[in-house]
């Protein structure tokens, strides 16, 4: 089981604590020093503690962690914020996380933090831990074995993509979703290659789900394909107008010469609010006609 007290973040828990002023950080390494940080309790493992700092009188602080805005704390005492006991709390909380991360190496598994801060370093693409900072701001909570596991997948074909360009069905196969095929061919799946390993997922996602492939049940809440519908839908018109380029230019028609002599004949399209008409703009008139069926299989015969 993932120990309560493995940060989601705990960089940012280290930045927050440097934007308290010199004697706040001061006081509150002292503080923290002498012991007087008692019941550190995970409220919401991961992202949510409270504690209790015994300065003279005992105060009551809690500390939170926000995807988008990162760690905040508030304190029962007369400051409320910037004050010693929230420092205090935060570094016995960072000493908590420390321990949990020794204790999560003693089983031979990367902690949340180390997952998070892994997926930061990755130079594959710009943004590369796009996706598990979405996913831990959706479970908020430590991510299970299983779930770093399938992470780590998704993450390495990611990166192999961002090389080669393409996408394949052993890239699937890796992940876990058979497609019913196998091959080194590159799949058409997104219309350019996604610029983070989170639309990565979603184009992945769109593509199983289209071949009835169940993707994991731990990344349903953040897979909203609706995001990548409009590319999807504007790709899928510009491959079916250039595949009809592509046939109408293919196309080699006789050209018949005008019957009897006849001059060249203007078409044009009515739309009407209840009915559409072909017409045509004989040689030597001055308006256009809508065509009758027996002159239009006779136009059709001639050219």
């Not at 060249?264 to 009758?292: A, M, Y």
């Amino acid at each position: 089981m993932d120990d309560a007290f493995e940060l989601l973040d705990p960089r940012n828990a280290q930045a927050f604590l440097k934007q308290f002023s010199a004697e706040a950080r001061r006081k509150g390494e002292a503080c923290f020093r002498r012991g007087a940080v008692q019941d550190v309790v995970p409220e919401e493992p991961g992202v949510a503690y409270s504690a209790v700092v015994k300065d003279g009188d005992h105060y009551e602080v809690d500390l939170e962690y926000d995807p988008a805005e990162g760690w905040s704390g508030s304190c029962s005492c007369p400051l409320g914020s910037d004050c010693e006991h929230i420092v205090a709390a935060m570094r016995a909380l960072l000493a908590e996380h420390s321990r949990a991360a020794v204790r999560s190496l003693s089983t031979g598994g990367p902690s949340a933090s180390a997952s998070l801060a892994a997926a930061r370093s990755r130079p594959a693409a710009s943004d590369a831990g796009e996706l598990v900072r979405r996913l831990l701001a959706a479970r908020k909570r430590p991510l299970k074995a299983e779930e770093k596991k399938f992470l780590g997948k998704v993450r390495t074909v990611y990166e192999r993509c961002c090389q080669a360009g393409r996408i394949t069905h052993w890239d699937f196969e890796e992940m876990g979703l058979r497609l019913g095929g196998y091959g080194w061919d590159a799949l058409q799946i997104w219309p350019t290659l996604p610029e983070n390993d989170y639309l990565f997922w979603l184009y992945v996602a769109n593509a199983a789900q289209q071949r009835q492939v169940q993707i994991p049940e731990f990344m349903q809440p953040i897979t909203d394909l609706s995001a990548i519908q409009n590319r999807l839908a504007r790709w899928e018109r510009e491959r079916q107008i250039q595949r009809w380029k592509e046939k109408l230019g293919s196309l080699h028609l006789p050209s018949a010469p005008p019957a009897d002599g006849q001059a060249l004949t203007d078409l044009r399209v009515l739309v009407e609010e209840k009915e559409i008409c072909l017409q045509w703009l004989r040689p030597g008139q001055t308006t256009f006609d809508t065509i009758k069926h027996a002159q239009l299989r006779q136009f059709a015969a001639n050219y």
